[in-house]
């Protein structure tokens, strides 16, 4: 369970596949760590081919072309951190992100199953990661690794496209889509910490998408009072909208207001699994552009 909220964040994992969509996962990472602070881990799993080959303990002969293989597999796979890690240092140079502390990781087997250790070991704050690896499919939105992680984690985690930027300077504008659950107020506090630094103004807004609940006014007015009372967020604005298409609707409210990221909770028949499935994510993710948050 996640517990740091407006807490000192130490710790950012950034898993990576040498793509493009990790490189720009981990310029996001980067400025991140520049205002909070944090260490970065760069970490990649590579496969492990001797895996298969204990499976014919007599093949000698198979076992010994397996091992060479992962040997060259472990050599390329350090070869590419290193450019890799070469890459982020320039580009930490350019934007002048200093104090960074950036440590890397290669070792071999299943990337889900090795993410899920690191994140045991390493015990980071949250994680960034890019939404598509070598190999997926167009339509395959969310890369198979990238929900796992969300899965798995129980941290916040924060989903970058290849072509998300950044604002560097001025206001940041963020949609946090709300179910008025208690862990609203965790999630939108922990945000606030993990966009330290910058200038946030949060969107709080509920699609609704049954009949009006007469209710629901009021509870939104009571997070709006609450998050500013305990100086979670100093600038928040709340929208309650009809919809009969939740993504479509977001889209818009997204393009219109100049959103740069959407932020939204992790729970089972909520609004992560109304969005998130391969057709509607591919709306969400790709045709906005935006990166998005996950709060488990």
Same mark, same amino acid.
């Given at each position: ?5 407006? !807490?000192?964040?130490?710790r950012i994992? =950034?898993?990576?596949d040498?793509?493009?969509?990790s490189?720009?996962?981990?310029y996001?990472a ?7 602070g ?14 298969d ?9 198979? $076992?010994?072309?397996?091992a060479e ?6 050599e390329?796979?350090?070869?590419e ?15 002048d992100?200093?104090? =960074?502390?950036v440590?890397?990781?290669v070792?071999a087997?299943?990337p ?8 045991s ?5 949250f ?7 070598? !190999? +997926? $499919?167009?339509?395959? =939105? ?14 916040p985690?924060?989903?970058v ?7 560097e300077? !001025? +206001?940041?504008r ?8 208690e862990s ?9 910490a993990?966009?330290?630094g ?7 807004? @509920? ?7 007469? +209710?629901?006014?009021?509870k939104?007015?009571e ?5 500013i ?9 709340? @929208?309650?909208?009809?919809?009969d298409?939740? =993504?479509?609707?977001l889209?818009?409210?997204? +393009? ?6 959407i ?6 028949r909520?609004?992560?699994y ?18 998005v948050?996950?709060?488990n």
């Amino acid at each position: 369970m996640y517990n740091n909220v407006e !807490g000192k964040f130490k710790r950012i994992l =950034v898993p990576i596949d040498f793509s493009g969509y990790s490189l720009n996962a981990c310029y996001f990472a980067l400025h991140l760590a520049s205002r909070t602070g944090a260490e970065l881990r760069l970490f990649h799993a590579f496969f492990n081919p001797m895996i298969d080959a204990m499976a014919f303990p007599d093949a000698f002969t198979y $076992q010994s072309n397996m091992a060479e293989i992962f040997r060259e597999l472990e050599e390329n796979s350090k070869k590419e951190m290193k450019k890799f890690s070469k890459k982020l240092r320039k580009y930490a140079k350019i934007k002048d992100l200093k104090d =960074v502390k950036v440590e890397t990781e290669v070792v071999a087997g299943q990337p889900g199953e090795e993410i899920e250790n690191i994140i045991s070991s390493f015990e980071p704050d949250f994680i960034v990661i890019g939404t598509r690896g070598h !190999g +997926e $499919q167009a339509n395959e =939105v969310l890369g198979s690794v990238a929900a796992r992680v969300i899965d798995i984690s129980g941290i916040p985690v924060l989903l970058v496209t290849h072509d998300a930027k950044l604002k560097e300077a !001025g +206001e940041i504008r963020l949609l946090y889509a709300t179910d008025f659950d208690e862990s609203d107020y965790q999630a939108i506090g922990s945000l606030a910490a993990i966009m330290a630094g910058y200038s946030l103004k949060i969107f709080c807004v @509920h699609f609704e998408t049954g009949s009006p609940k007469e +209710e629901t006014a009021g509870k939104m007015a009571e997070i709006k009072k609450k998050l500013i009372e305990k100086k979670k967020v100093l600038s928040i604005e709340c @929208h309650n909208i009809k919809s009969d298409d939740i =993504v479509t609707d977001l889209n818009a409210f997204v +393009e219109s207001n100049d959103i740069e990221l959407i932020a939204l909770t992790h729970k089972k028949r909520n609004i992560f699994y109304r969005l998130f499935n391969p057709s509607l994510a591919k709306k969400l993710l790709f045709q906005t552009k935006r990166p998005v948050f996950v709060f488990n």
